[in-house]
């Protein structure tokens, strides 16, 4: 690691598409109380699931801070994360705390944008908040949606088995068409943001059943597949054309 001798500085790092579980595993007579900690510069953070379950009383899902040594964060974009901790039964006290992203150590230049972050209502003066900023960093943030209660909007996220907890939004989620517009083309599940010209919240885009239908028959026609005759909303003479695959691609990608 960087020291005083050795310049190993840690620079242009993507954390995309993982799964942080906090109770899965062999796990450590310590809880989890940080799922992911930043020392380093020029790192997006993006399209990531935290589910906090079964951590410590006191939970941060990605913490920026400068180790030691080496230089302070900054260039750091922390967007389109699914931060979901609903677990309170080790709370303890006023003390404790429930937190999204934690901006210390003099970090400067940081970005945090269309977070979904899930977390219990407060039952004993908790701190519970998206950003925590410690030292009152150089920090951006947008359109980041915090949902307290028993309704997350998700599908399946609290499913005994951890790979099969579903973080996908339900088609009445408020996360759905509010986010803000960045540099970020695909989601969780690998499909294209935005589907309809508007971004979703979290590591999830959310697809109609309709569009994903449509999207289907786009793939079957480009691997020369027959869609088997699907009856198209934009099809006047009962044959799949050119034309309506063009009128496919223009709802799905929100072109009109």
């Known amino acids: 690691p960087q020291n005083s001798v050795k310049d190993e500085r840690l620079m242009d790092i993507i954390v995309e598409n993982n799964r942080f579980f906090a109770d899965y595993g062999n796990l450590s007579s310590r809880l989890v109380i940080r799922s992911l900690i930043v020392w380093a510069r020029d790192v997006s953070v993006r399209n990531n699931i935290f589910d906090g379950n079964g951590s410590d009383s006191s939970y941060v899902a990605v913490v920026i801070e400068q180790r030691g040594i080496e230089p302070a964060p900054s260039g750091i974009m922390v967007s389109n994360n699914t931060i979901y901790k609903t677990d309170f039964d080790n709370v303890q006290n006023a003390w ?67 790979l099969k ?7 009445d989620s408020p996360a759905i068409d509010q986010g803000a517009t960045i540099q970020l083309l695909r989601d969780f599940a690998g499909m294209p943001r935005p589907v309809n010209g508007i971004f979703d919240i979290g590591a999830f885009e959310y697809i109609a059943a309709s569009k994903l239908k449509q999207s289907i028959i786009i793939l079957k026609l480009l691997a020369g597949m027959d869609p088997k005759g699907v009856n198209l909303a934009n099809d006047t003479d009962g044959i799949l054309d050119m034309q309506d695959v063009l009128n496919i691609l223009k709802n799905v990608s929100g072109l009109r």
Request: proline residues 3%; glycine residues 10%.
């Open 96 to 162: 404790n705390f429930f937190v999204g992203v934690q901006v210390e150590n003099t970090a400067g230049n940081i970005g945090v944008f269309n977070n979904l972050v899930v977390f219990p209502e407060n039952t004993k003066g908790e701190e519970i908040v998206i950003i925590r900023n410690m030292d009152d960093s150089a920090v951006t943030e947008s359109n980041n949606l915090l949902i307290q209660g028993t309704y997350s909007g998700l599908t399946m996220p609290g499913h005994s088995d951890h």
């Open 165 to 171: 907890r579903d973080f996908s939004l339900l088609n």
